[in-house]
């Protein structure tokens, strides 16, 4: 009951702005990653160039060039799933230390709320983070999946069972890209959900423009246009 009584708190308009944040981040994912659209995003049309580039991976004689790629790719799943963690332990550590947590709020001005206030308001950032190191996490397994699959396609394109590995490799690789894709996304809301400390107004700015930034990125930047052109 005590902690259910520091949400007196709070305004509805925090309700409203923690909502938003939520709402645009579940439907913005839906929207980004529908495959039957008339608008493809950056993400659908990248799986596209995958599945591509799985086809001309059958016929490559030096196959290297294909494990560098998806060496480079773990390691960048690598990189964000170290610095969730990172930003996960630094962000429970402040919640665990009240009296560190409200020398904060005093020196940045934000406040002379109830430290459990501040300590809810970091509660989004931490379980955005952490669902960013999770699907980094699986994002990993999945690119080392799809090495393997790779390595087990034959040599010998007219093989009947090498375009139909690659497909699968394919699946898998488009599969790892997703994860990726949505942990990336999500460490995107998580730093957003960060202006709540200075208020609701400021969540629901902050929300308004996370959102317009990333539809600009998938729908409306110069990397869509220029996937969008057709080959010579």
Same mark, same amino acid.
């Given at each position: ?24 981040? /579940? ?9 039957? @659209? ?26 290297? /060039? ?12 690598? /990189? ?10 630094? @962000? ?19 406040? *002379? ?8 308001? %970091? ?26 699959? %790779? *390595? ?27 994860? /990726? ?9 998580? %730093? ?5 400390? %200075? ?34």
């Amino acid at each position: 009951m005590r902690l259910l009584d520091q949400f007196y708190n709070f305004a509805p308009i925090d309700a409203l702005a923690i909502g938003l944040l939520l709402f645009s981040w /579940f439907t913005l994912e839906w929207l980004i990653e529908r495959p039957t @659209t008339p608008r493809p995003s950056v993400s659908v049309l990248m799986a596209r160039y995958r599945r591509d580039w799985m086809t001309e991976f059958v016929s490559r004689e030096n196959r290297i /060039f294909d494990a560098n790629i998806l060496a480079n790719l773990r390691q960048g799943t690598t /990189f964000f799933a170290s610095a969730s963690m990172i930003a996960i332990g630094g @962000t429970l550590a402040l919640i665990g230390n009240p009296e560190r947590l409200s020398g904060v709020a005093r020196d940045l001005a934000l406040g *002379s709320d109830p430290t459990v206030v501040w300590e809810i308001k %970091l509660l989004p950032v931490v379980l955005l983070v952490t669902n960013a190191f999770l699907k980094f996490v699986w994002s990993h397994r999945l690119f080392g999946y799809c090495s393997v699959v %790779l *390595s087990s396609v034959p040599s010998d394109p007219d093989d009947p069972t090498a375009r139909s590995r690659a497909e699968k490799a394919a699946e898998i690789n488009i599969s790892a890209a997703r994860s /990726f894709n949505r942990g990336l996304r999500s460490l995107y809301f998580a %730093l957003g959900s960060l202006a709540w400390l %200075l208020g609701a107004i400021p969540l629901l700015a902050a929300t308004v423009i996370t959102v317009v930034m990333l539809w600009r990125r998938e729908f409306r930047s110069n990397t869509r246009r220029v996937l969008l052109q057709g080959d010579d």
